[in-house]
């Protein structure tokens, strides 16, 4: 069974950084999209940034390109999210999330961590 468990969550001044870990279990994640969505209050989940398992190529929104940067461990089978220059529209639930390069949709998720960033 797939798990995704998400950590490096907390409270932080806006201009700062946050590391956030995911870390992947119950199967082999070749060929699989590791993903980071988030969702603010009111608002619906939008997506982050994702990594390619296999090749490491990544995209992101343009919301954080250029201050987020996504990266995997394959020898830990973890999934990271470095998050600079943070703003307080960057509070939010962020979750971790894992899906077959060739599916439709996201199968996978981590149960969340907060993230709130103060002005």
């Known amino acids: 069974q797939v798990q995704l468990v998400e950590s490096g969550g907390g409270l932080v001044q806006a201009g700062g950084s946050l590391r956030l870990s995911c870390a992947a279990s119950g199967r082999t994640f070749s060929n699989y999209y590791m993903a980071w969505f988030r969702q603010a209050p009111g608002k619906e989940r939008e997506f982050v940034a994702r990594?390619?398992?296999?090749?490491?190529?990544?995209a992101y929104a343009d919301s954080v390109k250029g201050r987020f940067t996504i990266s995997r461990d394959g020898a830990k089978n973890t999934v990271y999210l470095q998050m600079n220059s943070l703003k307080p529209e960057d509070t939010a639930v962020y979750y971790c999330?894992?899906?077959?390069?060739?599916?439709?949709?996201?199968?996978?998720w981590g149960q969340g961590t907060q993230v709130t960033v103060s002005s």
């Open positions: 999330t894992a899906r077959a390069i060739v599916a439709g949709q996201y199968d996978y």
């Open positions: 990594v390619n398992w296999s090749s490491d190529s990544t």
